[in-house]
């Protein structure tokens, strides 16, 4: 998987990686057009974006000739965001041979704390 091959839900969501490197993943995603009823960022739409950027981090930790499922998601849902631009962080717990474990903190245009995730993947054969 490449970093800028994202999925047709991520395209919908407005969801841009920004950097990355094996130890650092740093996504985008507007909260225009991702809100919920009320005008906040939609939690589900958080959840697919540290889901996004976690399975990007668990599929270049993998390499070639491997696949990557998530198997757990744990999202914290700290304060609202209304406008503007989330940013996604993400950094390793643990990486192992089948197992990954990230923590994804994710940040408004004024960097306060809006969701804090961790999420867990299991690295496949491809095609398994």
Do not use: D, F
């Given at each position: 998987?490449?970093?800028d091959s994202l999925s047709p839900l991520d395209d919908k969501l407005g969801i841009r990686i920004t950097d990355y490197d094996p130890d650092r993943l740093v996504a985008t995603m507007p909260?225009?057009?991702?809100e919920q009823p009320f005008g906040l960022l939609h939690g589900g739409a958080t959840c697919a974006l540290v889901e996004t950027i976690g399975s990007v981090a668990?599929?270049?930790g993998a390499g070639p000739?491997?696949?990557v499922v998530g198997i757990e998601l744990n999202a914290s849902y700290?304060?609202?965001?209304?406008s503007g631009t989330v940013t996604a962080v993400c950094t390793p717990v643990r990486r192992g041979r089948t197992l990954s474990t990230f923590l994804i903190e994710v940040t408004d245009d004024a960097g306060r704390p809006t969701a804090t995730a961790r999420l867990t993947c299991m690295t496949l054969?491809?095609?398994t």
């Open positions: 998987m490449r970093p909260v225009a057009g991702n668990a599929a270049i000739g491997k696949q700290l304060r609202a965001a209304t054969n491809a095609g």
